[in-house]
């Protein structure tokens, strides 16, 4: 392999890594801040695991994969005996959320949570513009239809600036996303 087909193939990989942990840093976050919530005994809320396989071949490490479908990012309890889930996105555009990014068995999940009861919510990153955005299921299920007859792969910026009881922006407290705070 010649050097520039070094620096191409490290490239990719380097691509590929980040793709890898994208959200990872803002799921971090919200743990921290989840850790805050318990501490204060407002919540109990825990990051769900996600099951990966591992092929190896000749003792190292061939392949990842995802064992199964997980649920969502986030489960756990409010006080007060309110179940919580959520799931937890990043998005590098400035003007809109790809509705590629949320999977149809992750708004099953929200949509069956919501349905018993429980509060079901999503949290979006919008890292270029450094805005957290906490969107009800209920709201969320009206913006992917608002969507749909538009004909738009995308929920457009403004309609998260359209801020009701269903969409909220999220304000960092002591480094951490206060999602509860923007309950109220």
Same mark, same amino acid.
């Given at each position: ?12 990989? +380097? $691509?590929?890594?980040?793709? *890898?942990?994208? %959200?990872?840093? &803002? ?28 092929? #190896?071949?000749?003792? $190292? =490490? ?13 489960? %756990?309890? =409010? ?23 949320? *999977?149809?068995?992750? =708004?099953? +999940? ?5 349905? =018993?009861? %429980?509060?079901? &919510? ?5 890292? #270029?513009?450094?805005?957290? @955005? ?25 309609? &998260? ?14 480094? +951490?996303?206060? @999602? ?5």
């Amino acid at each position: 392999m010649n050097k520039r087909q070094q620096e191409h193939y490290q490239a990719r990989q +380097y $691509k590929n890594l980040s793709q *890898k942990n994208r %959200g990872m840093r &803002f799921e971090t976050l919200i743990e921290g801040m989840c850790q805050n919530y318990q501490a204060k005994n407002i919540a109990l809320i825990q990051k769900i695991p996600t099951h990966v396989g591992a092929e #190896n071949v000749n003792g $190292k =490490l061939a392949n990842a994969h995802f064992k199964k479908k997980s649920t969502v990012d986030f489960t %756990g309890m =409010l006080c007060g005996g309110l179940s919580v889930a959520f799931e937890a996105k990043e998005c590098a555009s400035n003007t809109s959320f790809p509705l590629k990014n949320i *999977k149809q068995h992750q =708004l099953d +999940y929200l949509r069956m949570h919501d349905l =018993l009861g %429980g509060c079901s &919510f999503i949290l979006i990153h919008f890292t #270029n513009l450094n805005q957290i @955005f906490r969107v009800e299921y209920k709201e969320l299920e009206k913006m992917i239809q608002e969507c749909a007859e538009n004909k738009r792969k995308s929920i457009p910026i403004g309609r &998260f600036a359209k801020i009701s009881n269903g969409c909220n922006i999220v304000k960092m407290r002591h480094g +951490y996303p206060d @999602f509860m705070e923007a309950m109220n």
